[in-house]
């Protein structure tokens, strides 16, 4: 017999949000809702009265910023140091370009029919002249540097409700695809995730068999757009100011927490096929799963650790 | 007399018949077919899609000969 899971779906930061808790009861749902309704309006780049617009509207001065949005700035830039910039939390300049300057509903729903392409002047490496005050908890934005944190915003969310959740929680939360699962499972013999095949919806590549680990999937199949004739997706290439041209559809990478899948799925998908994979075999507790436009699908070598 | 003794014999051997058909049918009841969902474990479970490797970094395999899947109680996927 199974025991009680308190389970529920809401929406929140331009998706659902998915929650599973083994032996809890529904309290515990209302405290992830809140957790994900209090950091989406810090963190959103698209919430005008968001702490992080506010921190984008201010550049050149120190910036005295909560615990929380200090800590995901800081973890986004530090990402960025790993991954040598390929995670590139700058990048707001090179979206708006491509068209991405409003919530992606408004994108799908037709609003850049008419849009004309302003491309901005592109820049790497911004994310190093980010100042950071760990005294005063103040962050300063060189002048003309913005921050997105939507390459992390889910998974960083995803682990800090996990968090909250307490030691020893046996709990499932998934944003829209980045999750966190801790503890067995409903029947303790760890949580199942399908892994969406980027050509048919309805399918899985395969399923993973995961305990206390981080998964995430990102890829160009979702969230696109066309523009002036040309195709356009969210995943930046920071060489190039523009979307990547990766030969992978998606990529699925499970770490130790949500936020280094968010991360590595996101760099290995950017590095593309040969140089994606290499880079995430240098992490020895991270693996990952890469499609391609052809349909092979790439695996890291440890992989089968997780498979179901 | 030999009327008498090749029916005797008849019935020997109808009784012999049908004494081993009842055995037979007994031996069935006592020992039923498994029913269809008590099959041996190993052929219930479908076999799992591994992507195939070849190598420290890099490993591929066509989609086109997917497996029925395990269980699952969330997905993953691009957003």
């Given amino acids: 017999m199974h025991p009680e899971i308190a389970a529920a779906e809401f929406p929140a930061m331009g998706g659902t949000i998915e929650v599973q808790a083994v032996g809890c009861d529904a309290a515990v749902v209302a405290r992830v809702q809140d957790l994900f309704a209090r950091y989406e309006a810090i963190l959103s780049r698209f919430i005008p009265e968001s702490e992080l617009c506010a921190l984008n509207n201010g550049p050149g001065r120190p910036f005295a910023a909560s615990p929380v949005l200090f800590d995901a700035v800081n973890e986004a830039v530090g990402w960025a140091c790993v991954t040598d910039g390929v995670f590139d939390p700058t990048v707001i300049d090179d979206l708006e370009s491509a068209g991405y300057d409003r919530p992606f509903d408004a994108i799908a729903s037709g609003g850049l029919a008419t849009r004309t392409v302003k491309r901005a002047r592109h820049a790497t490496r911004r994310w190093r002249r980010i100042d950071f005050d760990i005294e005063r908890n103040e962050i300063t934005l060189p002048e003309g540097v913005r921050v997105d944190l939507g390459g992390i915003g889910k998974g960083y969310t995803v682990d800090r409700a996990i968090a909250t959740l307490g030691m020893g929680v046996n709990a499932m939360v998934n944003a829209s695809g980045d999750l966190y699962a801790a503890g067995g499972g409903p029947d303790g013999d760890g949580w199942y995730v399908g892994v969406q095949d980027p050509f048919d919806s309805a399918r899985d590549v395969c399923v993973l068999n995961v305990s206390d680990r981080g998964v995430a999937t990102s890829g160009s199949v979702k969230r696109h757009w066309t523009m002036s004739d040309t195709r356009y997706h969210h995943l930046i290439d920071t060489r190039r100011g523009t979307s990547s041209d990766s030969e992978l559809l998606t990529v699925t990478a499970i770490a130790l927490t949500a936020t280094h899948a968010d991360v590595l799925a996101k760099t290995a998908f950017l590095l593309g096929p040969r140089d994606g994979m290499r880079f995430v075999e240098r992490f020895p507790d991270a693996e990952c799963i890469g499609v391609t436009a052809k349909g092979d699908v790439l695996t890291t070598t440890g992989i089968s650790d997780y498979l179901a | ?79």
Avoid: C, E, F, N
Avoid at chain 2, 13 to 21: E, I, K, P, Q, T
Avoid at chain 2, 24 to 36: H, K, M, Q
């Fill in chain 2, 1 to 79: 007399m030999a009327l008498r003794k090749h029916l005797a014999a008849k019935l020997v051997a109808a009784g012999a018949a049908l004494a081993s058909m009842l055995g037979i049918w007994a031996l069935v009841r006592l020992d039923p077919p498994a029913p269809a969902d008590a099959a041996p474990a190993a052929a219930a479970t479908p076999a799992t899609q591994r992507p195939a490797q070849t190598g420290r970094a890099q490993a591929s395999k066509s989609r086109a000969s997917q497996p029925v899947m395990p269980k699952r109680q969330t997905r993953t996927r691009a957003s």
